[in-house]
């Protein structure tokens, strides 16, 4: 873990802490949003579950309010049209989400200091079909979430090769969870929220900061 903490200072004196901060901000600020706003973010989510994020935003940025309008038969020929893998699929979980598009900020908005992370989690992997642990965690955190890890195979990797767990076969919720704890303990020793780490440690892994 040390190199690890090292290497993550290194990146906190540099540069590309500003781009870090300002992203935190966004998160922060969408999560201020209306409710059809913070629903159009959990579509994105809903769409990148196997699939590439940067080709996920582009695909988010032009359908934009079509997530709310669409026809679930509409969206999915949409989707399919821009190289989406799984159109019928994921249009059908986007519309059957619908029903939270206009009150989803009630259950999860950033902005309601009773509600914390995992109970704000808890609720969405119960009510939205087609979010795993993953997914929910993401979405949470593009809203102003601070505290989920966001760990996909990219994190696998990096927490592998610095020897701070072994590759799960399957990323079951208990592995999901005991990894978590991982790298809450990394986020601890660095002085950074969770929400923050995952920023950097993609960043270490992929060269890119997304969302």
Known sequence: ???????LEKLKRGKIKNLMDTRIKEFKKLGKKPSCEIFKEL????LTA?????????????IGDGFLTLSEKRLASTLRTLGYRYPNVRAGYIAQARIYKDSIKTYVGSWTPHIDDNTSRDW??????????????H?????GYDNLAIIDFHIVD??????????PK??????????????????EKSNLTLAKLDLYLWYIETGKVLK
């Open 50 to 62: 196997n699939f590439n994020a940067e080709r996920g935003i582009d695909i988010q940025n032009k």
């Open 124 to 137: 969405v992997l119960k009510n939205i079909k087609g979010l795993g642990y993953k997914e929910a965690s």
């Open 139 to 143: 979405f949470l955190r593009n809203i």
């Open 158 to 167: 990096l927490l592998v090769r610095h020897g701070l767990c072994e590759r």
């Open 43 to 46: 579509c994105f989510c809903l």
């Open 1 to 7: 873990m040390k190199k690890l903490i090292l290497d």
């Open 170 to 187: 399957t990323l079951t919720k208990a592995k999901y969870l005991e990894m978590e704890s991982v790298l809450n303990k990394i986020a």
